[in-house]
């Protein structure tokens, strides 16, 4: 099968339509959640996300070592890592340096690359905006521009979802084509 991204503003159906395709999937189901309860509102989230999912599906939460937690991802499960935003946040929270982020991002995307079953990658699109004011606020939509680079490379299928629904993107190869041969 192949990886698919679902790249997108918050809130937008992300992690819906992750959940939609999910349970149709006619085998198991591991849920890999990046999430950390570090305050109130954030612990309500992710019970709320937790009560979303199926009960009989297998969640890892791995806040950290995703590489660690796709590895022990049953081979022939459907995969949801949700998601590389909040995983990016967590890394530059325990003051991971950016070459670290991005080289740990490129470990885990050579283990969901290989896999015979779908893997969705949920993350935020988060470079549209106006430039931040601060340099953790540039770092933070720098690296995570790159880590989505990384695994929209190693998709099939990159998805940009907006207001629940769901467009697909071009790989620059395809658009370089179109544009020259017409």
Not at 98 to 115: C, K
Request: charged fraction near 25%; aromatic fraction near 4%; glycine fraction near 8%.
């Amino acid at each position: 099968m192949a990886v698919t991204v679902l790249i997108g503003g918050a809130r937008s159906g992300k992690s819906a339509l992750s959940i939609e395709i999910a349970s149709r999937w006619r085998g198991g189901v591991t849920f890999i959640a990046t999430g950390e309860p570090g305050d109130e509102e954030m612990a309500s989230r992710i019970e709320r996300h937790r009560a979303e999912r199926n009960a009989e599906w297998t969640t890892i939460e791995e806040p950290i070592e995703l590489a660690k937690a796709i590895e022990n991802a049953p081979e022939g499960d459907l995969v949801i890592l949700d998601c590389l935003t909040l995983w990016v946040s967590n890394l530059i929270g325990h003051e991971v340096d950016a070459n670290e982020i991005e080289e740990r991002a490129r470990e885990a995307a050579a283990l969901v690359e290989p896999r015979e079953t779908p893997t969705l990658v949920v993350t935020n699109e988060v470079g549209s905006g106006i430039v931040p004011v601060n340099a953790l606020a540039r770092t933070f939509r720098d690296l995570l521009g790159s880590v989505n680079s990384t695994f929209a490379a190693i998709a099939r299928d990159v998805l940009y979802v907006a207001a629940g629904r769901a467009v697909p993107m071009k790989r620059f190869d395809e658009v370089v084509s179109d544009v020259l041969d017409g």
